[in-house]
């Protein structure tokens, strides 16, 4: 059974940083791709950031670039989105979610992708 588990989520004060965590399950795919999402009530689904497996290769969404960095422990099948500087506008649901393949193209749009996590909470408040 293939899964996409995320942790991480919480309350935290603007300025301040989480670390976000996407643990997948199930899959035999060699290579991959993936990507963190995020949706504020009444707002759609956006991407924030991707990974490949195959070389690496990181894009970000200009909102996030320089406050967030993706990064991946191939051997615990885990992704990381560690966010500093968070802002009242980073709250939402942080969803991760996973493709088959290396290709980069689209890595930021949610139509991209068919396996999706639960999601997490980040809410940042003072």
């Known amino acids: 059974q293939v899964q996409l588990v995320e942790s991480g989520g919480g309350l935290v004060q603007p300025g301040g940083s989480l670390r976000l965590a996407c643990t997948a399950s199930?899959?035999?795919?060699?290579?991959?791709?993936i990507g963190w999402f995020r949706q504020a009530p009444g707002k759609e689904r956006e991407g924030v950031s991707c990974?490949?497996?195959?070389?690496?290769?990181?894009n970000y969404a200009s909102s996030v670039r320089g406050r967030f960095t993706i990064s991946e422990d191939k051997m615990k099948n885990t992704v990381y989105l560690r966010m500093d500087n968070l802002k009242p506008e980073d709250s939402g649901i942080y969803y991760c979610?996973?493709?088959?393949?290396?290709?980069?193209?689209?890595?930021?749009?949610?139509?991209?992708?068919?396996?999706w996590g639960q999601g997490t909470q980040v809410t940042v408040s003072s």
């Open positions: 979610a996973r493709r088959a393949g290396a290709a980069e193209a689209e890595c930021l749009a949610a139509r991209a992708y068919a396996r």
């Open positions: 199930g899959f035999h795919s060699d290579y991959y791709v």
């Open positions: 990974i490949s497996s195959a070389t690496d290769w990181t």
